[in-house]
């Protein structure tokens, strides 16, 4: 809550504008009040829910991150689509029960919202 604040605080020397026009204090202003309004949230949930104790699963972090690795190398290497299937294969070891057929649905759903990405907005993305 600190960062945003001082992020907002920051923005409001620039001149905001208003929505038809927008200044450029106008985003780090609308971005840091919303991370300030979820971090009013956190903090009045954190006195209304009974704490849990963190687990750290060194073992799952290390699939997560090799996954995510993996994800960008293959991208770089071969194409997108392959690294998406990669990463969410190999990030479902960290799952209790993997599925290889709820993977397979990840894996369509991401591979189809990547090539929604590239063909209605434009964006470059080496998807084969």
Do not use: E, H
């Amino acid at each position: 809550m600190a960062i945003a604040l001082a992020f907002g605080l920051t923005g409001l020397q620039y001149p905001i504008g208003d929505l038809s026009r927008a200044g450029p204090g106008l985003f780090p202003v609308m971005v840091s009040g919303l991370l300030l309004l979820i971090g009013a949230a956190t903090v009045v949930r954190s006195f209304v829910v009974a704490p849990v104790a963190l687990n750290l699963n060194f073992k799952n972090i290390a699939i997560i991150l090799s996954s995510l690795c993996g994800f960008a190398l293959i991208s770089m290497y071969v194409n997108m689509v392959v690294g998406i299937v990669f990463m969410v294969f190999c990030s479902s070891f960290a799952g209790s029960a993997p599925s290889w057929v709820r993977s397979l649905k990840i894996s369509a759903g991401l591979v189809a919202m990547a090539f929604a990405l590239q063909k209605l907005l434009g964006l470059n993305l080496p998807l084969f």
